[in-house]
């Protein structure tokens, strides 16, 4: 469980290098936003659109 979180962290890193965000320049919030995100993505990768949707309504809308 573990690797997944850091996996997340990456698959939203290179989300935002993909979308031209620089997060070493970003506010937390922003960073925040991206890694989840990351971990979207991963649940929309296992088919599992309602936690994808739960994670990025919790994480809202910034970034």
Same mark, same amino acid.
């Given at each position: /469980?573990?690797? %997944? %979180? &850091?996996? &997340? *962290? +990456?698959?939203?890193?290179?989300?935002?290098? #993909?979308?031209? +965000?620089? !997060?070493? *320049?970003? *506010?937390?919030? @922003? +960073? *925040? @936003?991206?890694? =989840?995100?990351? #971990?979207? #993505?991963?649940? !929309?990768?296992?088919?599992? /659109?309602?936690?994808?949707?739960?994670? /990025? @309504? &919790?994480? $809202? $809308? =910034?970034?």
């Amino acid at each position: /469980m573990a690797e %997944l %979180l &850091h996996d &997340h *962290r +990456v698959t939203g890193r290179e989300l935002a290098s #993909l979308s031209g +965000v620089d !997060l070493a *320049r970003a *506010r937390p919030a @922003t +960073v *925040r @936003t991206w890694e =989840a995100r990351g #971990l979207a #993505l991963q649940a !929309l990768a296992r088919g599992d /659109m309602a936690e994808a949707e739960r994670i /990025m @309504t &919790h994480a $809202g $809308g =910034a970034g």
